[in-house]
């Protein structure tokens, strides 16, 4: 028994510090000869210990025997039950690079990795940029008088942006643009979307998925210097147009056709397509100049060579091409930045218009799932951190300023709660937001990150708005000039919708691409099981296979242990404060590692199908990435102790979604046995993380209460310029003031708890501190500017009865036309 006890130790001991096959069989060879020489066993017990040992020693060991009796079958069975993938999923698989997120995957990630990763810094060029014409466009921003009174942006802001290349900061200086950093170009759109979401949506398009971005990948040299300097210029406007009425999330199936065809144009023939299509949400497409658009491209003649059905193709379409039907407007839930249908029917273009020329026939879906995994990690990452700061920045000014029971509200739990709450949101969204820049910058393709931070981020954002919202009452919801928050609530579910919807890259893609693309073996054995060499598939596979073996077994016994309590053990970086955080993700990596191969080995293909397995297996994967951008800021920042409790807020609550993600995918996997011993190897004396705790609360909740250095790091690069359209600005000079008379507001209530005061109008309780020597004529005068200060802050609008009446402003019923 001793012997067997001693046998099962250093197989556990080495695979809890995962040491290779043959450093195993030495170790467990060295114990075993040892104990049964020093120690008096039987005979019989020291030769059945030695082959139990044997047996698999010989296996692992001796390639050509396990090849033979094992990994040949294996394999068959492998290609067999290996899922079809469908080629819209290879080319998704094919269109990103991993880093972070498959260090993740490997059940011990090597922080050096994380921290090596450049700080993402702006160049002087691109801060001039955010000082000089981002603040000079913030300053002429009226969010109000866009989305209730005009509908649009005037002519000089659209002039604006077109003439100071917000339109090209993606494209190179050669051709014009400002040819930006990703992280610059995440910085503008923060710093705009913190004061509009109508600039901000107007300036994020043609620089995420518009034509630009397509043409710099794949355009031909004619098409890139035409139409590239225009963009830059500001002398086109893009729009893309992929979505249509029965093709949202399923964007393979769109039904727009381009028919290959020849058409006489001043006499000559030319070779072309002609177009039928009906888009629908296509944002600027009311004003665009040049429409990029996606259709199915067929050759029913075979002018092309033998095959009709070609695929999906890009082409690029001007606004002003005969039988484009174009310039209607959606109503995107009165955040009225351009959006609307297009339609055309027979239009003619020739076959340079296709993106890439004729050799990128049939490549579309391939060039736009390449060119999302880049703009996915920028555009909505970008505006929901911009969005997020202003509400933060407001929010915790206001719930200083708002007193109600005469208590700034922020000082009561409940409020303390929900602010927390959105600090330590905001903290993640752009840790995240940066991070994912930074990938791009270092010329990543970050498919897995950008879905998780396109997801996470506008999810965090939906929830910081709600949370602000109720901070506000009645201030968030009457709308006007003084409602800084009303749109951005209104707004938050289309940036859930766009770009991939959040429920459909919850549920297939964080986990359904991760999960192959940054798995240690998977993907490489789909490969080898795939060549066309036999024998080298046998070999290949078969190194891949017992890898696999043993890194989920790893995985499996580090689980086990570190549910034990093993992981503050482990060794790793950071000091008294953090290195618990690195630890825990350690040990979540590892349950992670474990699960998402439990999953795929159970479940196989079928778990395409099983969304809520793969969502809650996604949740696991994109919480570990957030926790890591938390701890990758604080570490850029300079470990500012006086930032940690926003850091350990939003670490606790990381921690404890990955392990409610865990616990439910266990109580809920499909088969119940599986899903017993999966908690009872992670959990095995149960789930032990709670949300953050209200000690941790209270403090998070004090930093958003007062103007000091964490609070302006949390809410860095949004406009904090005073000007007269920049309430929350003015909102936060206010703070300042009215935290420095509130030793006279508490002298003031002390006066009238006594009795000493006995009005109840504001102003006369004033006079009367003042007369009875309260207060002094300095502080009377104090109190009197700021209190009036106070109500502009609190004040709401209203407006004439018949303000609303919009019959003449908006088409009717009847005359809308349904899109
Ligand atoms: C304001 C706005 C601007 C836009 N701009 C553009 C643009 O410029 N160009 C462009 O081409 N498109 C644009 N879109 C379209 C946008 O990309 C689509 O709205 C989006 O892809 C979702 O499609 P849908 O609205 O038809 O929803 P649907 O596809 O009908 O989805 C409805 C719901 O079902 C969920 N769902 C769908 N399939 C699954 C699944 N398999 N598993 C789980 N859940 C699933 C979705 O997550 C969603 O919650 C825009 C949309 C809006 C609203």
């Known amino acids: 028994m001793a012997l067997l006890g001693m046998y099962i130790l250093v197989t556990l001991a080495c695979a809890y510090v995962r040491t290779s096959v043959k450093t195993w069989t030495l170790a467990t060879a060295i114990v075993l000869i040892a104990s049964i020489v020093l120690t008096d066993s039987s005979f019989w017990a020291g030769f059945f210990i030695l082959l139990l040992f044997a047996l698999p020693a010989l296996f692992l060991n001796i390639k050509s025997i396990r090849q033979q009796y094992f990994t040949q079958h294996f394999l068959t069975f492998f290609r067999k039950a290996l899922p079809q993938l469908s080629e819209t999923e290879r080319v998704a698989l094919e269109a990103g690079t991993v880093h972070w997120d498959a260090e993740l995957f490997s059940g011990k990630p090597n922080f050096k990795r994380l921290h090596n990763m450049k700080k993402p810094e702006l160049s002087t060029e691109e801060k001039a940029f955010l000082d000089g014409p981002v603040q000079t466009l913030c300053e002429m921003i009226d969010e109000h008088e866009y989305n209730h009174v005009k509908g649009d942006m005037p002519k000089k802001v659209w002039e604006f942006i077109a003439n100071e290349k917000f339109f090209a900061m993606i494209i190179p200086k050669e051709y014009g643009g400002l040819g930006f950093s990703a992280l610059a170009h995440s910085y503008v759109l923060q710093k705009v979307a913190s004061r509009s979401a109508v600039a901000g949506a107007t300036i994020a398009v043609p620089n995420s998925l518009g034509p630009a971005e397509l043409l710099l990948h794949y355009g031909t040299d004619e098409q890139r210097n035409h139409y590239l300097p225009r963009l830059a210029a500001g002398k086109e406007i893009p729009c893309f147009g992929l979505t249509a009425p029965s093709a949202g999330s399923d964007a393979t199936s769109i039904p727009d056709k381009g028919v290959v065809c020849k058409k006489k144009i001043d006499g000559k023939e030319v070779l072309g397509i002609s177009l039928t299509f009906d888009k629908r949400y296509i944002t600027l497409s009311p004003v665009a100049t040049v429409v990029g658009l996606a259709f199915q491209m067929t050759d029913p003649d075979k002018i092309l060579g033998d095959r009709e059905h070609l695929g999906i193709t890009l082409a690029l379409v001007p606004s002003d091409t005969p039988g484009m039907d174009i310039g209607r407007r959606h109503l995107p839930l009165d955040v009225l930045f351009m959006n609307g249908p297009v339609r055309g029917k027979d239009v003619f273009v020739a076959m340079n218009a296709i993106i890439g020329g004729e050799k990128m026939i049939g490549h579309g879906w391939r060039m736009l799932s390449e060119v999302l995994a880049v703009g996915r990690a920028i555009s909505l990452p970008s505006s929901s951190t911009g969005g997020a700061k202003m509400v933060a920045y407001a929010t915790g000014a206001y719930a200083r300023i708002r007193k109600q029971f005469n208590l700034p509200i922020g000082r009561f739990e409940g409020i303390e709660e929900a602010l927390c709450r959105i600090a330590g949101k905001t903290y993640s969204c752009a840790a995240v937001s940066s991070m994912t820049a930074a990938a791009v ?65 919850r549920s297939l893609i964080i986990f359904g691409q991760g999960a192959i693309r940054c798995h240690p073996y998977v993907l490489k054995e789909m490969e080898a099981a795939n060549l066309a060499d036999e024998e080298e598939s046998l070999k290949t596979f078969d190194h891949l296979l017992f890898k696999h073996m043993g890194y989920t077994f790893q995985n499996a016994v580090r689980s086990f242990f570190m549910g034990l309590g093993s992981w503050r053990l482990e060794p790793g970086p ?14 979540y990596s590892a349950a992670f590692g474990f699960a998402a191969d439990v999953a795929m080995l159970t479940l196989g293909g ?52 990955i392990e409610q993600a865990l616990k439910i995918l266990s109580y809920n996997f499909p088969n119940k046995a599986v899903g017993f011993m999966l908690r009872r190897t992670i959990f095995p004396l149960g789930t032990h993380e709670l949300p953050p705790g209200d000690r941790l609360g209270h403090k998070v909740a004090s930093l958003m209460l007062s103007p000091n250095e964490t609070r302006d790091r949390l809410c ?56 009875r020597d309260i207060i002094n004529k300095s502080e009377f005068n104090t109190l009197t500017k700021v209190r009036a ?17 919009r019959t003449q402003a908006y088409t009717t019923r009847e005359e809308a036309k349904i899109a």
């Open 441 to 505: 910058d270092r010329g990543e393709r970050p498919s897995v990150p950008s879905a998780i931070a396109k997801m996470h981020t506008t999810d965090m954002a939906r929830d910081i708005i709600a949370d602000a919202m109720d901070i506000h009452g009645g201030k968030g919801i009457i709308m006007g000039p003084n409602n800084y928050l009303g749109r951005a609530w209104m707004g938050a579910p289309i940036w859930i919708t766009v770009e991939g919807a959040n429920i459909l890259t």
């Open 606 to 657: 079928s778990l395409k199908k099983r969304e809520s397995t793969s969502a809650r297996l996604g949740d696991v994967l994109s919480h570990l990435y957030m926790a890591s951008a938390v701890l990758k800021r604080y570490r850029d920042q300079g470990e500012q102790s006086a930032d940690q409790p926003l850091v350990a807020w939003a670490l606790h609550h990381h921690f404890y979604e």
């Open 574 to 587: 950071g000091d008294k404060f953090t290195k618990q955080f690195y630890s825990r993700i350690t040990r």
């Open 716 to 771: 860095d690069g949004i406009d904090k310029q005073v000007s007269e359209n920049n309430l929350v600005a003015k909102m936060n000079q206010v703070l300042a003031k009215v935290i420095d008379t509130e030793p006279l507001e508490r002298r003031i209530l002390k006066a009238e708890k006594s009795g000493e005061i006995d009005a109840i109008e504001p102003t006369e309780q004033l006079n009367q501190a003042l007369e």
């Open 789 to 805: 200060q106070v109500a502009e802050v609190i004040a709401v609008d209203d407006f004439p009865h018949d303000a609303f009446d």
